[in-house]
Protein backbone atom coordinates (compact mmCIF):
# COMPACT_ATOMS: atom_id res chain seq x y z
CA UNK A 1 0.00 0.00 0.00
CA UNK A 2 1.36 3.37 -0.85
CA UNK A 3 -0.93 5.08 1.91
CA UNK A 4 1.48 3.39 4.30
CA UNK A 5 4.73 4.94 2.90
CA UNK A 6 5.14 8.13 5.30
CA UNK A 7 5.79 10.58 2.57
CA UNK A 8 6.71 14.90 2.83
CA UNK A 9 6.95 15.69 -0.43
CA UNK A 10 7.10 20.12 0.24
CA UNK A 11 9.92 21.47 2.94
CA UNK A 12 12.26 24.24 2.91
CA UNK A 13 15.78 24.61 3.97
CA UNK A 14 17.70 27.54 4.79
CA UNK A 15 19.06 27.60 1.40
CA UNK A 16 16.22 29.52 1.16
CA UNK A 17 13.40 30.61 3.94
CA UNK A 18 13.38 27.33 6.33
CA UNK A 19 14.86 27.85 9.74
CA UNK A 20 16.36 24.44 9.48
CA UNK A 21 19.90 23.54 7.81
CA UNK A 22 19.57 20.56 4.98
CA UNK A 23 21.19 18.25 7.33
CA UNK A 24 19.27 18.98 10.63
CA UNK A 25 15.81 18.74 7.98
CA UNK A 26 16.74 15.27 7.01
CA UNK A 27 17.42 14.57 10.59
CA UNK A 28 14.17 16.04 12.04
CA UNK A 29 12.23 14.45 8.84
CA UNK A 30 13.90 10.65 10.12
CA UNK A 31 12.76 11.64 14.00
CA UNK A 32 8.82 12.36 12.44
CA UNK A 33 9.33 8.91 10.57
CA UNK A 34 9.65 10.09 7.21
CA UNK A 35 10.71 7.71 4.41
CA UNK A 36 10.16 10.00 1.38
CA UNK A 37 11.21 13.28 1.60
CA UNK A 38 11.46 16.53 -0.91
CA UNK A 39 13.47 19.68 0.05
CA UNK A 40 11.81 22.05 -1.84
CA UNK A 41 13.63 25.23 -1.64
CA UNK A 42 12.27 28.37 -3.46
CA UNK A 43 14.46 28.88 -6.22
CA UNK A 44 17.25 26.92 -5.52
CA UNK A 45 18.77 23.57 -5.18
CA UNK A 46 21.51 23.99 -3.43
CA UNK A 47 19.73 22.13 0.11
CA UNK A 48 19.88 18.94 -2.21
CA UNK A 49 23.17 18.23 -2.52
CA UNK A 50 23.99 18.69 1.12
CA UNK A 51 21.08 16.14 2.35
CA UNK A 52 22.32 13.86 -0.63
CA UNK A 53 24.98 13.29 1.69
CA UNK A 54 23.34 12.35 4.69
CA UNK A 55 20.23 10.69 3.91
CA UNK A 56 21.00 6.99 3.43
CA UNK A 57 23.13 6.93 6.67
CA UNK A 58 19.72 8.52 8.51
CA UNK A 59 17.24 6.02 6.26
CA UNK A 60 15.39 8.78 4.82
CA UNK A 61 15.09 8.21 0.96
CA UNK A 62 15.51 11.53 -0.72
CA UNK A 63 13.56 13.32 -3.57
CA UNK A 64 15.85 16.07 -5.29
CA UNK A 65 12.84 18.93 -5.46
CA UNK A 66 12.78 22.72 -6.08
CA UNK A 67 9.78 25.48 -5.78
CA UNK A 68 10.01 27.64 -8.48
CA UNK A 69 7.48 31.02 -8.27
CA UNK A 70 5.95 31.41 -11.92
CA UNK A 71 3.61 34.20 -12.81
CA UNK A 72 0.00 32.99 -15.06
CA UNK A 73 -2.28 36.21 -15.57
CA UNK A 74 -0.48 38.43 -13.31
CA UNK A 75 -0.61 35.97 -10.50
CA UNK A 76 2.37 34.29 -8.51
CA UNK A 77 2.15 30.83 -9.20
CA UNK A 78 4.29 27.73 -7.36
CA UNK A 79 5.38 24.89 -9.43
CA UNK A 80 7.31 21.91 -7.58
CA UNK A 81 9.66 20.29 -9.37
CA UNK A 82 10.47 16.76 -8.02
CA UNK A 83 12.91 14.19 -8.79
CA UNK A 84 14.90 16.79 -10.94
CA UNK A 85 18.07 16.80 -11.63
CA UNK A 86 20.21 19.31 -9.90
CA UNK A 87 22.61 19.47 -12.72
CA UNK A 88 20.55 19.94 -15.45
CA UNK A 89 22.00 22.49 -17.65
CA UNK A 90 18.66 24.28 -18.48
CA UNK A 91 17.51 24.57 -14.78
CA UNK A 92 20.68 25.74 -13.57
CA UNK A 93 20.81 29.15 -15.58
CA UNK A 94 17.11 29.11 -15.37
CA UNK A 95 17.75 29.12 -11.36
CA UNK A 96 20.60 31.69 -11.73
CA UNK A 97 18.26 34.41 -13.63
CA UNK A 98 15.80 33.49 -10.56
CA UNK A 99 18.48 34.61 -8.23
CA UNK A 100 19.19 37.57 -9.75
CA UNK A 101 15.40 38.62 -10.09
CA UNK A 102 14.90 37.67 -6.33
CA UNK A 103 18.01 40.04 -5.52
CA UNK A 104 16.39 42.84 -8.11
CA UNK A 105 13.18 42.62 -6.78
CA UNK A 106 14.37 42.64 -3.22
CA UNK A 107 15.98 45.92 -3.80
CA UNK A 108 13.30 47.30 -5.10
CA UNK A 109 10.90 46.44 -1.66
CA UNK A 110 13.70 47.81 0.15
CA UNK A 111 13.50 51.25 -2.02
CA UNK A 112 9.81 51.24 -1.69
CA UNK A 113 10.20 51.01 2.53
CA UNK A 114 12.96 54.10 2.23
CA UNK A 115 10.30 56.22 0.39
CA UNK A 116 7.82 55.18 3.46
CA UNK A 117 10.24 56.76 5.72
CA UNK A 118 11.57 53.21 6.98
CA UNK A 119 15.79 52.38 6.95
CA UNK A 120 15.41 50.19 3.18
CA UNK A 121 19.10 50.05 3.24
CA UNK A 122 19.96 48.84 6.42
CA UNK A 123 16.82 46.17 5.83
CA UNK A 124 18.43 45.52 2.68
CA UNK A 125 21.92 44.64 4.48
CA UNK A 126 20.17 42.71 7.01
CA UNK A 127 18.85 40.84 4.74
CA UNK A 128 21.69 39.81 2.77
CA UNK A 129 23.83 39.08 6.16
CA UNK A 130 21.05 36.04 6.17
CA UNK A 131 21.58 32.88 4.59
CA UNK A 132 19.43 31.76 1.73
CA UNK A 133 18.37 32.84 -1.37
CA UNK A 134 16.31 36.06 -0.16
CA UNK A 135 12.89 36.03 0.33
CA UNK A 136 9.75 38.36 1.76
CA UNK A 137 10.62 35.95 4.64
CA UNK A 138 13.90 37.15 5.75
CA UNK A 139 12.63 40.84 4.76
CA UNK A 140 10.30 40.35 7.66
CA UNK A 141 12.91 38.36 9.82
CA UNK A 142 14.74 41.84 9.58
CA UNK A 143 12.01 44.44 9.76
CA UNK A 144 10.81 42.15 12.84
CA UNK A 145 15.02 42.46 14.04
CA UNK A 146 14.89 46.12 13.57
CA UNK A 147 11.18 46.23 15.82
CA UNK A 148 9.38 47.35 12.74
CA UNK A 149 6.79 45.21 13.23
CA UNK A 150 6.00 42.85 16.20
CA UNK A 151 5.47 39.66 14.58
CA UNK A 152 6.63 38.70 10.93
CA UNK A 153 3.00 38.11 9.59
CA UNK A 154 2.41 41.94 10.54
CA UNK A 155 5.31 42.94 8.57
CA UNK A 156 3.31 41.24 5.10
CA UNK A 157 0.13 42.62 6.64
CA UNK A 158 1.46 46.21 6.58
CA UNK A 159 4.04 45.79 3.88
CA UNK A 160 5.17 43.08 1.99
CA UNK A 161 1.63 41.27 1.09
CA UNK A 162 -0.28 41.51 -2.19
CA UNK A 163 -1.57 45.33 -2.02
CA UNK A 164 0.49 46.73 0.81
CA UNK A 165 2.40 49.58 0.72
CA UNK A 166 6.31 48.10 -0.23
CA UNK A 167 4.36 45.29 -2.50
CA UNK A 168 6.43 44.71 -5.69
CA UNK A 169 3.80 43.10 -8.28
CA UNK A 170 5.16 39.71 -9.16
CA UNK A 171 7.17 39.67 -12.43
CA UNK A 172 8.25 35.66 -12.66
CA UNK A 173 8.62 34.02 -15.92
CA UNK A 174 6.00 32.51 -17.36
CA UNK A 175 4.18 29.42 -16.07
CA UNK A 176 5.19 27.29 -18.90
CA UNK A 177 8.69 28.43 -19.32
CA UNK A 178 9.05 27.07 -15.44
CA UNK A 179 6.87 23.72 -16.47
CA UNK A 180 9.56 23.48 -19.28
CA UNK A 181 12.62 23.61 -17.03
CA UNK A 182 11.52 21.34 -14.79
CA UNK A 183 10.52 18.59 -17.93
CA UNK A 184 14.42 19.50 -19.19
CA UNK A 185 16.05 18.79 -15.64
CA UNK A 186 13.63 15.11 -16.08
CA UNK A 187 11.37 16.11 -13.17
CA UNK A 188 8.07 16.23 -12.34
CA UNK A 189 5.82 19.51 -12.45
CA UNK A 190 3.33 19.45 -9.61
CA UNK A 191 1.04 22.35 -8.84
CA UNK A 192 1.98 23.80 -5.41
CA UNK A 193 -0.96 24.90 -2.75
CA UNK A 194 -3.69 25.32 -5.68
CA UNK A 195 -5.89 26.36 -2.84
CA UNK A 196 -4.07 29.30 -1.68
CA UNK A 197 -4.32 31.14 -5.14
CA UNK A 198 -7.39 33.84 -4.97
CA UNK A 199 -8.85 32.92 -7.92
CA UNK A 200 -12.09 32.65 -9.11
CA UNK A 201 -13.31 29.27 -9.51
CA UNK A 202 -13.55 29.76 -13.52
CA UNK A 203 -9.75 31.20 -13.14
CA UNK A 204 -8.69 28.30 -11.23
CA UNK A 205 -9.73 26.21 -13.77
CA UNK A 206 -8.06 27.91 -16.46
CA UNK A 207 -4.64 28.04 -14.72
CA UNK A 208 -5.15 23.65 -14.33
CA UNK A 209 -5.85 23.52 -18.04
CA UNK A 210 -2.89 26.15 -18.69
CA UNK A 211 -0.80 24.12 -16.10
CA UNK A 212 -1.33 20.39 -17.94
CA UNK A 213 -1.04 21.66 -21.30
CA UNK A 214 2.71 23.26 -20.10
CA UNK A 215 3.24 19.78 -19.13
CA UNK A 216 2.28 19.49 -15.63
CA UNK A 217 1.75 16.01 -14.15
CA UNK A 218 0.77 16.49 -10.72
CA UNK A 219 -1.52 18.88 -8.27
CA UNK A 220 -0.21 19.19 -4.51
CA UNK A 221 -3.55 17.88 -2.93
CA UNK A 222 -2.64 17.87 0.34
CA UNK A 223 -0.47 20.81 1.83
CA UNK A 224 0.11 21.94 5.65
CA UNK A 225 -2.61 23.22 7.50
CA UNK A 226 -5.29 21.90 4.24
CA UNK A 227 -8.69 21.65 5.99
CA UNK A 228 -10.69 18.87 4.68
CA UNK A 229 -12.46 20.54 2.44
CA UNK A 230 -9.66 21.88 0.39
CA UNK A 231 -8.07 18.31 0.13
CA UNK A 232 -11.60 16.63 -1.48
CA UNK A 233 -11.55 20.23 -3.81
CA UNK A 234 -7.88 19.39 -4.55
CA UNK A 235 -8.69 15.84 -4.89
CA UNK A 236 -11.94 16.77 -7.54
CA UNK A 237 -9.55 19.14 -9.77
CA UNK A 238 -6.68 16.34 -9.70
CA UNK A 239 -8.97 14.23 -11.25
CA UNK A 240 -11.13 16.39 -13.63
CA UNK A 241 -7.52 17.41 -14.99
CA UNK A 242 -5.80 13.78 -14.67
CA UNK A 243 -3.08 14.91 -12.50
CA UNK A 244 -1.52 12.56 -10.02
CA UNK A 245 -1.71 14.06 -6.81
CA UNK A 246 1.71 15.16 -4.65
CA UNK A 247 0.92 15.76 -0.60
CA UNK A 248 3.76 18.33 1.54
CA UNK A 249 3.82 20.11 4.60
CA UNK A 250 5.74 23.34 3.19
CA UNK A 251 7.56 22.85 6.51
CA UNK A 252 9.51 25.96 7.41
CA UNK A 253 10.34 25.92 10.99
CA UNK A 254 10.04 23.54 13.87
CA UNK A 255 8.13 27.23 15.33
CA UNK A 256 5.71 27.28 13.33
CA UNK A 257 4.48 24.58 15.38
CA UNK A 258 0.98 24.41 13.49
CA UNK A 259 2.91 23.02 10.49
CA UNK A 260 5.16 20.55 11.50
CA UNK A 261 6.90 17.50 9.14
CA UNK A 262 5.34 15.04 7.24
CA UNK A 263 1.91 14.60 9.41
CA UNK A 264 -0.35 14.73 6.63
CA UNK A 265 -4.29 13.74 6.05
CA UNK A 266 -4.80 10.55 4.04
CA UNK A 267 -5.03 11.03 0.67
CA UNK A 268 -8.61 10.16 -1.00
CA UNK A 269 -8.31 6.49 -3.55
CA UNK A 270 -9.10 8.38 -6.13
CA UNK A 271 -6.44 10.26 -7.06
CA UNK A 272 -3.21 8.49 -7.90
CA UNK A 273 0.06 9.30 -5.68
CA UNK A 274 2.87 11.18 -7.42
CA UNK A 275 5.02 8.70 -5.50
CA UNK A 276 3.92 5.33 -6.86
CA UNK A 277 6.61 5.54 -9.07
CA UNK A 278 9.27 4.71 -6.15
P1 LIG B 1 8.72 35.36 -1.79
O1 LIG B 1 8.97 34.05 -2.47
O2 LIG B 1 9.96 36.18 -1.65
O3 LIG B 1 7.58 36.12 -2.41
O4 LIG B 1 8.30 35.02 -0.31
C1 LIG B 1 7.20 34.22 -0.12
C2 LIG B 1 7.32 33.47 1.20
O5 LIG B 1 6.92 34.33 2.25
C3 LIG B 1 6.38 32.29 1.24
O6 LIG B 1 6.99 31.15 0.74
C4 LIG B 1 6.08 32.14 2.70
O7 LIG B 1 7.07 31.36 3.31
C5 LIG B 1 6.20 33.56 3.22
N1 LIG B 1 4.89 34.22 3.40
C6 LIG B 1 4.06 34.64 2.44
N2 LIG B 1 2.97 35.26 2.97
C7 LIG B 1 3.16 35.23 4.31
C8 LIG B 1 2.40 35.70 5.44
N3 LIG B 1 1.24 36.33 5.27
N4 LIG B 1 2.91 35.51 6.68
C9 LIG B 1 4.09 34.87 6.84
N5 LIG B 1 4.84 34.40 5.83
C10 LIG B 1 4.39 34.56 4.59
MN1 LIG C 1 8.51 30.15 1.96
MN1 LIG D 1 4.69 28.10 -1.99
MN1 LIG E 1 6.83 26.14 -0.04
Not at 36 to 63: F, K, M, N, Y
Not at 177 to 197: F, N
Request: hydrophobic share 45%; charged share 20%; glycine share 10%.
Amino acid sequence: MTEALRVDLHTHTSCSDGMLTPTELVLRAAGAGIELLAITDHDTTAGVLQAERCAPAAGVRLVPGVEISASWRAQSIHVLGLWIDPASGPLCRALDAQAQHRARRMARICERLSALGLPGSALLRAVEAQPGLPTRTHLAAAMLEAGIVARSEDAFRKYLGRGTAAHVAADWPDLASVVGWILAAGGIASLAHPARYRLSGGARRRLLADFKTAGGTALEVITGGNAAQHVDACADWAQGFGLEASIGSDFHSPEHVWNPLGRLAKLPDRVRPVWRRE
